[in-house]
């Protein structure tokens, strides 16, 4: 029979208690397990929360810049990723963007071993850099001692751990202000790297980029290899010409380049060219050294070379183009360059061991010594220039080049003495100003010779002329300057300052006993002397003198007030359309009082030696007392001959003694003076003949006058009449 169990046999047995050491177990895995979790999505949700912040405040506070980005990938197991980074600068403008940023590490990687290099990939770089117009001699808002000083005590950042840094797929703009396109570079490739300081190592940051370049009409490709060394050792990569000194700082940069547009440099040099722009493209490579010291002296090296590049494009020939069009080529075929230069910084001196330049159009070897380098410069250089004439001849101002055509132009030899700038100045409200000019205490001297030179009718055969600068004038002073048969004994100074070119003349001879030929006086004579216009034969000789300082303006005369003596040594000349005229005048005078007209063939037309005073002013030529005789009969003229070579002149001619020798009624016009006006031009001159009217009606009274005299005072007689003869 079974059993049954009573109430009190179905109550549970107590259980004992559980110990508490086990939920303290349960919740120590529970909050583990938590922060697992956390740590491991912890990456991808600081991704998502730090999306458009600013993260140059994870790597310093220090950078001037703001840099964001779109979005972040991050996860322990996987490389870290960055995407649309833009980088800002102070004014809040993007100033760069970068399409992504890849850790070759992952980020567990990263953050447990912070000893490893950190190697990143960049690409989709692109920025663009603004090139200001200025005046690359004169930079006006530049305090050169402050620049120089912030250049000696700057230094390269290092970084806090070794880093690589690929860049692929990048590109840069060169812009002016207004935000135009001057060159473009593309494609851009390479890497940096940055290699912390070790024990028998210094600090390195070495860099090398390869791309290309291009500018609306030109393409080139270009190189870029370079490295930065702290004090402490050699650099990686050869240097020419120098040996670096292991306590320097050293800089080393390598640029190679095939067709390289020349175009952005246009805003740079724009005003140095008067407005003219650069265009075209060049090829070459250069290698350039900076050595610093710790007391902030440098050693400097530069070479390189360049050569037109290879294309058959007319887009890729170097040319300047000015502002009325015209295009000037300039032949950038097989050139090379080359510098030494040592700056101390205790003495404040720039030695220039070497400065050579070497091309097909120029060659410039010269050295020299420059001290107190951050204040006023002074210069102590010398050297030698070699160019072909045309090159010599493009410093001269155009209105006088195209009057020039010379041979086996050179210089020999120049010497540079004095400061290149004047210390900057602040004015009453603490602004830093520089000056506009060059410094009137420098002073440069060369010669200038020449095998010919023809110029304004002038020829000149184995000249020298020496060139010195001196308050802020370019001074020419004749060494040789054997001119048509004479001597030039003084030439115009140039100014060297101010937008347009001007010229002055010191008072003094200018022109000493010059032949006179055909060119000389269609280009010298016709303007005080016009009479002498398009003569057809002469002979004698002419100086010519300055009776004050002058100054005006090259290429507008109209500009300038030149007093000044025209002297005549005795000359003997055939005459011009205009002269042929004064025959014809003198011709019918002589006529009138009875004479003939004189054989042209047996007419000698003279000059004796007088000194006839001219004046330029308000674009004309004024002169007076300028006397020439044709025969025996005195010409005499005054007046004005415009450079447009209008004509307002009194042409004078006295009634010669000759004429007047033949009685009692010519006698009587002793002293007279018929005097005509000439307007028109000296190609086609207007004569008035009014006067020789006047002179034909006074001859004709004269002459019925002294008729009528000789009848009063001798009356006729009676006529008798004949008496018949006796018979008649």
């Not at 850099?129 to 530049?142: D, G």
């Not at 000083?149 to 812009?175: D, E, I, N, W, Y």
């Not at 070790?198 to 600090?203: K, M, V």
């Not at 022109?511 to 002498?532: G, H, M, N, S, Y």
Request: proline share 6%; glycine share 8%.
């Amino acid at each position: 029979m079974t059993e049954t169990n009573s109430p009190e046999q179905l109550t549970p047995v107590e259980q004992p208690p559980p110990r508490r050491g086990s939920w303290l177990m349960r919740f120590a895995i529970f909050f583990v397990l938590a922060i697992v979790v956390v740590v491991w999505f912890l990456p991808s949700m600081a991704g998502k929360l730090a999306s458009h912040s600013n993260v140059a405040n994870w790597v310093g506070a220090d950078i001037p810049a703001e840099i964001e980005f779109e979005s972040a990938s991050l996860s322990w197991q996987a490389p870290v990723m960055i995407h649309d980074v833009k980088i800002r600068g102070t004014s809040g403008k993007a100033t760069a963007n970068i399409e992504s940023i890849t850790t070759q590490q992952t980020l567990w990687s990263l953050v447990t071993n912070r000893a490893q290099p950190l190697e990143l990939y960049v690409e989709g770089f692109s920025g663009e850099i603004v090139v200001p117009k200025t005046r690359m001699a004169n930079l006006e808002k530049v305090n050169s001692e402050k620049a120089l000083q912030q250049l000696m005590q700057h230094g390269f950042r290092h970084l806090p751990r070794a880093m690589t840094l690929h860049v692929s797929k990048s590109s840069f703009r060169l812009v002016d202000e207004q935000k135009e396109e001057l060159t473009s570079f593309n494609e851009i490739a390479g890497e940096y790297a940055f290699t912390p300081k070790q024990e028998t190592q210094p600090a390195v940051h070495t860099f090398q980029f390869a791309g290309k370049v291009r500018q609306p009409e030109t393409g080139g490709e270009f190189q870029l290899a370079g490295e930065w060394q702290d004090a402490g050792g050699q650099p990686l990569m050869p240097v020419d010409g120098v040996v670096p000194a292991n306590e320097m700082e050293k800089l080393v940069i390598n640029v190679q380049g095939e067709s390289i547009p020349l175009d952005g440099l246009n805003p740079l040099i724009r005003r140095e060219l008067n407005d003219a722009t650069v265009s075209g493209s060049v090829s070459g490579s250069s290698q350039h050294y900076v050595g610093r010291s710790s007391n902030g002296s440098f050693v400097i090296s530069t070479t390189g070379d360049f050569t037109q590049p290879n294309q058959s494009s007319k887009n890729s020939e170097t040319r300047i183009i000015t502002q009325d069009g015209t295009v000037v080529p300039v032949d950038l075929s097989d050139g090379s360059w080359k510098a030494l230069a040592d700056y101390n910084a205790d003495q404040d001196t720039l030695t220039l061991s070497t400065v050579q330049l070497n091309s097909n159009a120029v060659a410039i070897d010269g050295k020299g010594v420059i001290t107190n380098v951050r204040t006023t410069a002074d210069a102590s250089l010398e050297g030698s220039l070699s160019c072909e004439s045309d090159e010599l001849l493009s410093i001269i101002p155009s209105e006088l080049r195209e009057e020039l055509e010379i041979e086996g132009l050179r210089i020999s030899k120049f010497v540079a003495q004095g400061p290149l700038r004047r210390p900057a100045s602040e004015n009453d409200a603490g602004v830093v100003q520089s000056e506009n000019s060059i410094p009137q205490d420098l002073k440069i001297t060369t010669s200038l010779a020449w095998d010919r030179l023809a110029a304004y009718g002038l020829i000149s055969e184995a000249g020298e002329v020496s060139f010195s600068s001196a308050d802020n004038w370019l001074h020419l002073a004749p060494v040789s300057f054997p001119v048509n048969g004479g001597q030039v004994r003084q030439i115009p100074e140039v100014a060297l300052a101010g937008d347009s070119p001007r010229f002055r003349i010191q008072q003094g001879l200018v022109l000493d006993q010059i032949e006179l030929t055909e060119p000389v006086v269609r280009q010298w004579l016709k303007f005080p002397a016009p009479l002498l216009a398009n003569a057809t034969a002469i002979e004698g000789k002419f100086s010519l003198e300055v009776g004050q300082l002058a100054e005006g303006e090259i290429g507008h005369m109209e500009t300038a007030d030149i007093p000044g003596y025209l002297v005549i040594h005795s000359a003997f000349i055939a005459p011009g359309p205009m002269l042929q005229q004064v025959q014809d005048l003198v011709d019918r005078i002589s006529l009138m009082v009875g004479g003939g007209a004189i054989p042209r063939d047996k007419v000698r037309i003279t000059m004796t030696d007088q000194r006839v005073p001219f004046r330029v002013l308000d674009g004309r030529v004024y002169h007076k007392d300028f006397v020439l005789k044709i025969g025996a009969v005195r010409i005499l003229t005054e007046g004005s001959v415009g450079l447009d070579e209008t004509l307002d002149l009194k042409l004078s001619i006295p009634l010669n003694d000759e004429w007047l020798d033949k009685g009692p009624v010519l006698r009587s016009l002793q002293g007279e003076v018929i005097t005509f006006n000439v307007r028109g031009t000296l190609s086609d001159p207007k004569f008035d003949l009014h006067p020789l009217g006047d002179f034909g009606r006074r001859i004709g009274i004269k002459a019925a006058g002294g008729l009528l005299e000789r009848i009063l005072q001798n009356p006729p007689r009676p006529r008798r009449r004949p008496q018949n003869s006796p018979g008649q």
